[in-house]
């Protein structure tokens, strides 16, 4: 079980989303064509640090952790807020057994930046150039017994300045 959900989680750090939701022969084509340059300022050298919490609460209140859980910065360009759109529906979380498969263009990857979280949730990036960025990460679990997945992936919108004081703070909920 554990084998699964890591390889739900490279899949997910890799294309970005989980094909749980459709079969991978009808992926959702993205509009908006993939921009380098858009996306160029995730390269530069910079001196923002985000600092952010990732968790999921469940209907019963339970607080479940990202821990462990690739967490991907991606620059906010045309391209990525028509990929995000269709990721996550609309939404800021889609649930486990809900992600569309939507092929990214080779290149996106090249263009953002991953870290993994603690145990507890927490992660940092440090070295972020300013401008506009989704966090996104996905949290999944199996109640016992059960055989489908539980949680889903998420992401929250950050914007770093260079001008900041300190880190700047995000919580990752998907809410």
Known sequence: MKTFALAAVAALAL???SSTGQPPSD?????????????????KPGTGTIQGHA????????IKHAGGELVRLVPVTAYSRNRFAQLYLGRKFVAAG????????PKYAEYT???????????????????????ATQNFW??????????GAFYEMVTVTG????PVKVVVNGQ
């Open 142 to 151: 199996r109640k016992d017994g059960e055989i489908s997945q539980q949680g």
């Open 55 to 62: 968790f999921l609460k469940t209907p019963s209140g339970e």
């Open 27 to 43: 992926p959702v084509v993205s509009s908006a064509p993939f921009d380098a340059a858009a996306a160029a300022f995730i390269k």
């Open 163 to 166: 001008k900041e004081d300190g």
């Open 113 to 135: 930046r991953t870290t993994k979280a603690e145990s507890t949730g927490r992660f940092l990036f440090e070295g972020v150039a300013p401008g506009a960025y989704y966090v």
């Open 15 to 17: 294309a970005g989303c």
């Open 98 to 105: 809900s992600i569309p498969n939507v092929a990214p263009d």
